[in-house]
């Protein structure tokens, strides 16, 4: 079992900046990865960033640039740097941790097995 705590979440005006974090506890060894999703409601979960635990990343491309996602395998925590904020960018973030794939670092809310119970992120204009 892996158990993940988000924090970090608020308002923020458009081109401000904001960081996320994620408490991660529990099994983690072996094949592992973490993941950064958000949602609107109505819309469906969308994968933002990834990251397998030798460091490996990914991205969508809408956040490429902005977005920077990272972890702090000693603390025990993952981290989602958001940069030029914009209105779009508003949704509740959820960290997400998967176990099912090997050095790669999915965006798919498929292969994700934990889930934490989200941040909310508000970008005014």
């Given amino acids: 079992q892996v158990q ?9 005006q458009a081109g401000g900046s904001m960081r996320l974090s994620c408490a991660v506890s529990g099994h983690t060894h ?7 999703f958000r949602q609107v409601s109505g ?6 960033a990834a ?3 030798d460091g490996t990343s990914n991205y969508v491309e809408f956040v490429k640039g902005r977005f920077t996602i990272s972890q702090d395998n ?8 958001m940069n030029s904020l914009q209105p779009d960018d508003t949704a ?5 941790a998967g176990t099912s794939y090997s050095y790669q670092a999915p965006l798919r809310s ?11 992120v508000t970008v005014s204009s």
């Avoid at 993940?4 to 923020?12: A, F, H, I």
């Avoid at 072996?30 to 950064?36: M, V």
């Avoid at 509740?92 to 997400?96: D, F, G, K």
Wanted: charge should be positive; aromatic fraction near 20%.
């Fill in 4 to 12: 993940l705590v988000e924090s970090g979440g608020g308002s923020v």
């Fill in 30 to 36: 072996g094949s592992f990865y973490l993941g950064w």
């Fill in 43 to 48: 819309k469906e979960r969308e994968g933002v």
């Fill in 51 to 53: 990251i397998y635990r």
């Fill in 74 to 81: 000693a603390k025990n925590r993952l981290y989602l740097q």
């Fill in 92 to 96: 509740m973030y959820y960290c997400a």
């Fill in 110 to 120: 498929d292969v994700y097995n934990y889930w934490g119970q989200g941040t909310q």
